[in-house]
C-alpha cells in the first residue's frame, strides 16, 4: 500500500526537528514514473533511503550522485527528482536552526545542495540506513531515527537561542513580522540578527519569510484545486495576484498554472497522494 504521512517527533527532540515525513510508492508497471519538480520550501532535511535511490538534478545542470541517505539544504531554486520503482523515504524536517545546533555546520553552507549524509555526518548514517532496510513496518523505524537524533543532541554543545525561536514563529505564525521587530526579539542588532540568521537558516529573514508565504500558497493550491489564485494570493499574504506571480517565476520559472499543472504530473499522484 502507497503511503504518506508526516509525524511528529517526540517532546525531547521537538526544538530540533519539525516533523518526520514518510513516502513509499510501489510501481509495478514497466515504465518509470516522470521526475517530481520540487519547488522551494521552508526547509532543511536528512533523508533516507532503505529501498530505491532518486535521481536529482538542478536546472543549472547539477546532478548529484545517487545516495541512499542526503542532506538536502535550503533550497530556492526547483530541483527535479525522478524515483526508482519502490521508493521509500523517511526523511527528517528539522526545525529552522536545528541542524545547525545538533551540528555546527553552518546551514548557509549547504544551500541549494544535496549531498552524501554519511560524508558529512559519519557512519552512524550508513548503519541507521541499513537498519532500515530491514523493517517492514514504517513505525517501528521512528525509535531508531529518533535514538540516533537523540545521539546527536547529547553530543552537541549547541543550545537553544532567542533567534531559533524567532525562525521557529516566522514559520508557524500567519503574520508579518518586521526586521527590527525579529532582531529585538533575538536580543540581537539588525545586522547581527541577519548574520546569525543566515548561519543558522541558511538565507537572510526577508528571504525565508517570502518562501514560505510561497509554500503556503503552493500546499493551498494542492488543498482547494478549485480555488481560484487571486484569493489564494489574498489569503496567503500577497497584495494582489501579480505580486504571487513574481514570486511564482522566480522560484520555479513558471506561472502558478503552469507549474500547479507540472505538479498534478507529479509520481505520488498516481496513487492519489497531494501534498497539502
Same mark, same amino acid.
Request: contains cysteine; charged residues 25%; glycine residues 4%.
Given at each position: *500500500? ?8 517526540? #517532546? ?10 514518510? *513516502? ?89 545542495? /544535496? ?42 554543545? /549547541? ?17 508579518? /513580522? ?19 540568521? %543566515?548561519?543558522?537558516?541558511?538565507? %537572510? ?35 494582489? /495576484? ?11 520559472? *513558471? ?5 500547479? #499543472? ?15
Amino acid at each position: *500500500m502507497p503511503f504518506f504521512y508526516d509525524l511528529q517527533p517526540s #517532546l525531547a527532540l521537538k526544538p530540533y526537528v519539525r516533523l518526520y515525513r514518510f *513516502m513509499h510508492l510501489l510501481f509495478t508497471d514497466s515504465t518509470l514514473p516522470p521526475a517530481k519538480a520540487y519547488p522551494p520550501r521552508p526547509e532543511v532535511t536528512l533523508s533516507f533511503y532503505p529501498r530505491d535511490s532518486e535521481k536529482v538534478s538542478y536546472e543549472d545542470g547539477r546532478q548529484p550522485s545517487s545516495v541512499r541517505s542526503a542532506l538536502i539544504g535550503q533550497q530556492n531554486v526547483v530541483s527535479h527528482r525522478l524515483v526508482g520503482k519502490e521508493f521509500l523515504m523517511v526523511q527528517v524536517v528539522f526545525q529552522p536552526g536545528g541542524l545547525y545546533r545538533l551540528t555546527g555546520i553552518p546551514t548557509i553552507d549547504l544551500n541549494n545542495q /544535496y549531498f552524501d549524509a554519511e560524508a558529512v555526518l559519519g557512519n552512524e548514517v550508513r548503519n541507521l540506513n541499513q537498519r532500515l532496510s530491514n523493517i517492514e513496518d514504517y513505525p517501528k523505524m521512528i525509535p531508531l531515527v529518533e535514538d540516533f537524533l537523540m545521539n546527536m543532541v547529547r553530543k552537541s554543545s /549547541y543550545d537553544i537561542r532567542p533567534i531559533d525561536k524567532v525562525g521557529i514563529a516566522m514559520l508557524e505564525s500567519k503574520s508579518h /513580522y518586521s526586521l527590527d521587530w525579529l532582531a529585538k526579539e533575538s536580543c540581537l542588532s539588525s545586522k547581527q540578527f541577519e548574520r546569525n540568521f %543566515n548561519e543558522r537558516i541558511g538565507i %537572510n529573514p526577508k528571504y525565508f519569510a517570502r518562501i514560505i508565504r510561497f509554500d503556503k500558497a503552493f500546499r493551498m493550491k494542492n488543498a482547494f484545486p478549485n480555488k481560484d489564485w487571486l484569493s489564494i494570493a489574498l489569503e496567503c499574504g500577497y497584495y494582489d /495576484y501579480q505580486h504571487l506571480v513574481r514570486d511564482y517565476k522566480e522560484f520555479t520559472g *513558471m506561472t502558478p498554472a503552469n507549474f500547479y #499543472l507540472q505538479d498534478t504530473q507529479s509520481p505520488e499522484r498516481k496513487f492519489g497522494i497531494v501534498e497539502v
